[in-house]
């Protein structure tokens, strides 16, 4: 296991991402709004992607 405990910018970066995916899609049910909810729900694969894409790039370490 790694010392930064996922503190890192790609792991910020994921959370961030899928965060807003949340409540993207929450509102969108919420206001009863598929289309809203459904864009929610497409964002949150978009979080993994970042956080691979990031992480092959180096930025998953703290050093």
């Known amino acids: ?3 930064n405990h996922g503190n890192t ?3 910020w970066t994921a959370v961030c991402i899928g965060l807003a995916a949340f409540v993207v899609g929450g509102i ?3 206001a ?3 289309l809203v909810f459904w864009i929610g729900v497409a964002l ?3 979080a993994l992607v ?3 894409v990031m992480a092959r790039m180096g930025l ?3 050093h």
């Open 1 to 3: 296991m790694s010392d």
């Open 9 to 11: 910018p790609a792991a």
């Open 28 to 30: 969108g049910l919420m």
């Open 32 to 34: 009863g709004s598929l």
């Open 44 to 46: 949150a694969p978009v």
């Open 50 to 52: 970042t956080m691979y």
């Open 60 to 62: 998953h370490t703290t």
